[in-house]
């Protein structure tokens, strides 16, 4: 009886298994649906009888006493790399004058053997090994599309000549390299010859012979139930899938008997016992142990720590670009201020530098100068005030735009100031800057024509200078222009051991690295207070030039 529903998907799956692949094991199941046998008709014997018996209509039994309806169904269980002779085989190799190689004068002794105990286990069902001609003229013929009159490419006659499934050379250790590691030059046959795939593999197959009754061993009933490849990795290719929960594969034969086949491929292969899985699992945990070793010896042991109840920041760093300035040619001076406070710094390691001039593309309605100058420093940082209200400060980065003409005249472009992230991690901060500048077309003269223009004697005063040491700074009078933005792109790393140690060490270098993070909100919201308030008195100031007839009588009231 038909099934309702078959398994079409007859493509590739693949499996990664880390256990043998010796211990693969398939059970095949093969049955016909529609038979080619024909009843026979006997006719009567005895005289007086003219009613034809139903036991007629029976097939005639072989002389062997096989009977054809046993041939219907064949279920057989198949280990990997295991040889199952075909009839057609069983016939060649028992001439002697067949054998040619080595391998086939053991399977003609096999076979041999075979007979004498009493014959094979399988009809229809056999395999064909990694050994075989047929799985070298498999790989050889096999096609990469479904098309009548296909052209095998460059690729796939060369791969078709590579001996995949036995690359058993091993490189030596300490050897000279033959070839070159690169070629500047490479050819087009050079290119064609290194796209083939040479990994190890080995491949199996699983055929069936579907022929008549009578007629086993027939080359051109041979049809491939599965395909099974291997490769060194563990990687397991299997062509169909396994059956498990979905329906039966089919095959039609083709000729003028044309039979339904059925079948299944289900993995039997036995599960491992709690005490190889723990035998297992101490053989891979002494082998991540050594590896483990392995990757120590190639550190060493200069692997340099930071003290108990200390953080150490590093900072890969670039100057981007700067944008929106009024002169060409700029370059920028920075440098990164550390808290006189539980900061340091080693002796040899510098905190400032200076970019080199670069000339400005435009890029919409701003002139932009990309500098893309890297910088690196690294800091410590030690906790030793142990009280909740003690707030510790971060580094601060300061930068100084400056440009420079033709005739070497430079001009102060803008000062800015930003807090580092307190966050290890990528980080771009983009820093707005302002310039110090006279009421009154003078100094814009002066700072057109001879260059020049006024200057802060201390750069920390564009944020809190660090040697303020009152409770309020003024800045009464200082009067000043919103210039461009200099854009920083910041790597930054932190290393200490509470980061890896569960102790009160850890638990009080976190809370220190959350007040850290409050801190730093609070320095933006300051950042952002302060913009604002210098933005209102720019508009008190502009609203107090103008004459007071132009004002309407709401607006003089405002104070």
């Given at each position: 009886m038909a099934e309702a529903v078959w398994n079409t998907d007859t493509g590739e799956a693949v499996y990664r298994?880390?256990?043998?692949?010796c211990n693969l094991r398939l059970r095949v199941h093969l049955q016909r649906i529609t038979s080619s046998n024909f009843l026979h008709y006997q006719p009567a014997t005895q005289s007086g009888k003219d009613i034809i018996d139903l036991g007629t209509f029976r097939p005639h039994p072989t002389a062997s006493g096989h009977r054809p309806d046993e041939d219907e169904e064949e279920e057989i269980v198949i280990g990997w790399q295991e040889k199952l002779f075909s009839q057609f085989e069983v016939d060649l190799y028992q001439n002697e004058a067949a054998c040619q190689s080595p391998l086939d004068y053991q399977y003609r002794q096999e076979i041999l053997k075979l007979e004498n105990s009493g014959g094979r286990k399988n009809q229809r069902i056999f395999t064909y090994t990694d050994s075989d001609r047929y799985t070298n003229l498999e790989e050889h013929c096999q096609k990469m599309t479904t098309a009548a009159s296909e052209v095998p490419s460059f690729l796939v006659e060369r791969m078709a000549n590579v001996r995949?499934?036995?690359?058993?050379?091993?490189?030596?250790?300490?050897g000279i390299f033959k070839s070159r590691m690169v070629t500047w030059e490479p050819s087009e046959e050079f290119v064609k010859n290194n796209h083939v795939i040479n990994t190890p593999l080995q491949t199996m197959y699983i055929m069936a012979d579907l022929g008549p009754y009578g007629k086993l061993g027939y080359k051109t009933y041979e049809?491939?139930?599965?395909?099974?490849?291997?490769?060194?990795?563990g990687v397991i290719t299997v062509k169909p899938d396994f059956t498990g929960l979905k329906g039966p594969y089919r095959i039609e034969t083709d000729g003028e008997m044309q039979e339904l086949w059925k079948y299944t491929i289900h993995n039997v292969s036995s599960l491992a016992q709690p005490e190889e899985e723990e035998r297992e699992q101490r053989v891979f945990k002494d082998l991540y142990g050594r590896h483990k070793e392995y990757l120590s010896s190639l550190v060493?042991?200069?692997?340099?720590m930071t003290a108990p109840g200390a953080l150490r920041l590093f900072v890969n760093g670039e100057v981007v670009s700067a944008q929106g300035y009024e002169y060409d040619n700029l370059y920028v001076h920075f440098f990164v201020e550390l808290p006189t406070t539980n900061w340091s710094s080693p002796a040899v390691q510098q905190l400032s530098g200076v970019t080199q001039t670069c000339a400005t593309k435009s890029l919409g309605l701003d002139k932009v100068a990309y500098f893309s100058y890297p910088f690196t420093f690294?800091?410590?940082?030690?906790?030793?005030?142990?009280?909740?209200d003690a707030l510790p400060e971060w580094p601060v980065l300061y930068c100084e735009v400056l440009s420079l003409d033709f005739w070497q005249r430079y001009r102060v472009e803008g000062y800015g100031a930003a807090m580092l992230p307190a966050t290890p991690g990528s980080h771009t901060l983009r820093v707005s800057t302002w310039r110090p500048m006279d009421l009154g077309p003078v100094a814009e003269l002066r700072r057109f024509f001879i260059?020049?223009?006024?200057?802060?004697?201390?750069?920390?005063?564009?944020?809190?200078?660090?040697?303020?040491?009152?409770?309020?700074?003024?800045?009464?009078g200082l009067r000043t222009e919103t210039t461009g933005t200099v854009t920083f792109r910041l790597h930054c790393l932190q290393q200490s051991r509470a980061f890896m140690e569960s102790s009160s060490l850890r638990k009080r270098m976190r809370s220190v690295l959350d007040r850290l993070e409050g801190f730093s909100q609070q320095s933006s919201i300051h950042n952002v207070l302060e913009a604002f308030h210098r933005a209102r008195r720019r508009m008190q100031e502009a609203r107090e030039s103008l004459p007071q007839d132009l004002l309407s009588p709401s607006e003089t009231?405002?104070?």
């Open positions: 298994s880390r256990d043998p692949v995949r499934r036995r690359q058993d050379k091993r490189g030596m250790e300490g049809h491939v139930l599965c395909t099974l490849k291997v490769d060194s990795n060493g042991t200069d692997f340099e690294e800091a410590l940082f030690l906790h030793e005030d142990e009280s909740a260059g020049g223009s006024l200057e802060l004697e201390d750069l920390s005063y564009v944020r809190i200078p660090g040697t303020f040491k009152g409770e309020r700074l003024s800045r009464f009231l405002v104070t």
